[in-house]
């Protein structure tokens, strides 16, 4: 980060950020908790309330959403993951080193009998424009078209 | 893995691509104005006000507007000297944010202390194993070492981290050492009539 910051830490309250910017503001989220707590705040955990979630249903058990994100240059460095306990689903969106050969960023998915991942970029910049971004392909595009995909589609 | 390839932003239904049939989640949860706040907060540099209100989604005018009373609050800088206005923000008061945040939290200053002991722990622990002093050497073990691609990972997770804590012990540091000083005003301030 090129702007002045203080003590090493160009974002301090980034996590509060993303907690209140965005998925305060989720309908289908009912709690935003620091994990492990909001002192060392080493990630964000929001947890989906499942009877909110058509298109399609799931059980009853609730998903959840994880937020684990550093501020750094050139290109952030994050992890979010969805993953629903009743249908064994995961979705990740992941700007880290794991896959250079599909850019900086990948989208990723495991349903009950397929997976696939693939390069992704994203609309902003922004850390909470970008989480905007990510919570609704989740609710409107990858939920509904993957949640249950299977390998002879 | 079965398949890699690369996906278009175009294959993406709904998404930011295409707004003309249906507003986003993101416009129906917020406003022009608070995107723009949003934004300011974790600019990584400088930027013009074309620039935020184009990352905004939202008019140049009222993004400006918004823009300059962040200045008029202190959270942002205004910078004048180049060919275009910037602004960028003054982090030091999100690191202040922060402390209060942690003061206002409910916790005792005692709990803070113990994590903060927990957090200094967890980091002699890494220099006692890895034989390192900084999340820089350990990431330069990587290239010392001959390692194989999980215990890699691993390392490369562990000097992330941290990172992370040295910057919270800073913070938790802060809100310990300052900690009368950041008390909250118990009852607010009685109109005077």
Redesign the interface.
């Known amino acids: 980060?090129?702007?002045?910051?203080?003590?090493?830490?160009?974002?301090?309250?980034?996590y509060?950020?993303l907690k209140r910017?965005v998925l305060d503001?989720?309908?289908q989220i009912t709690t935003v908790e620091f994990v492990p707590?909001?002192?060392?705040?080493?990630q964000l955990r929001a947890v989906f309330d499942s009877a909110r979630l058509e298109d399609p249903p799931t059980g009853p058990d609730s998903p959840e959403l994880t937020v684990k994100w550093?501020?750094q240059?050139p290109h952030d460095?994050f992890r979010i993951n969805y993953t629903d306990p009743n249908t064994g689903f995961h979705a990740g969106w992941h700007q880290d080193?794991d896959?250079p050969?599909?850019?900086h960023a990948h989208?990723q998915y495991s349903a009950a009998d397929?997976?696939?991942?693939?390069?992704?970029?994203f609309?902003?910049?922004?850390?909470?424009?970008i989480l905007?971004?990510i919570?609704?392909?989740l609710?409107?595009?990858v939920r509904p078209?993957y949640q249950y995909a299977s390998?002879d589609s | 893995?079965?398949?890699?390839?690369?996906?278009t932003?175009h294959e993406?239904?709904?998404?930011?691509?295409d707004k003309s049939n249906s507003e986003?989640?993101?416009e129906r949860?917020?406003t022009g104005e608070?995107?723009v706040r949003?934004?300011a907060?974790?600019?990584?540099?400088?930027r013009t006000a074309n620039w935020i209100a184009s990352?905004?989604g939202w008019s140049h005018e009222p993004t400006k507007r918004v823009l300059e009373r962040l200045v008029d609050d202190g959270v942002l800088h205004r910078d004048d000297s180049g060919t275009h206005t910037t602004y960028?923000?003054d982090?030091?008061r999100?690191?202040m944010?922060?402390a209060m945040?942690?003061r206002d939290?409910g916790?005792t200053v005692e709990?803070?202390t113990d994590?903060l002991a927990?957090?200094k722990a967890q980091i002699r622990d890494w220099e006692d194993e890895f034989g390192v002093e900084s999340p820089n050497q350990l990431r330069g073990t990587l290239a010392e070492e001959s390692l194989d691609a999980d215990e890699e990972d691993r390392r490369?997770e562990i000097a992330?981290?941290w990172?992370?804590?040295?910057?919270?012990i800073?913070?938790?540091g802060f809100a310990i050492r300052e900690w009368d000083f950041l008390a909250p005003t118990t009852e607010p301030a009685e109109a005077s009539s």
Not at chain 1, 114 to 121: A, H, L, P, S
């Open positions: 980060m090129s702007v002045p910051h203080p003590g090493g830490d160009p974002n301090a309250n980034l509060a950020q910017d503001r989720v309908p707590d909001d002192i060392e705040a080493k550093y501020r240059d460095w080193e896959h050969d599909l850019g989208f397929t997976e696939d991942r693939w390069g992704i970029t609309a902003h910049e922004s850390p909470s424009l905007w971004e919570v609704e392909e609710l409107e595009d078209n390998d | 893995m079965t398949s890699t390839y690369i996906k932003k993406w239904c709904g998404m930011t691509e986003g989640l993101m949860q917020t608070d995107r949003m934004i907060r974790q600019l990584s540099e400088p990352e905004a960028y923000p982090y030091r999100q690191a944010q922060e945040r942690l939290s916790h709990e803070l994590r927990d957090m490369r992330r981290e990172e992370h804590l040295q910057r919270r800073k913070i938790v």
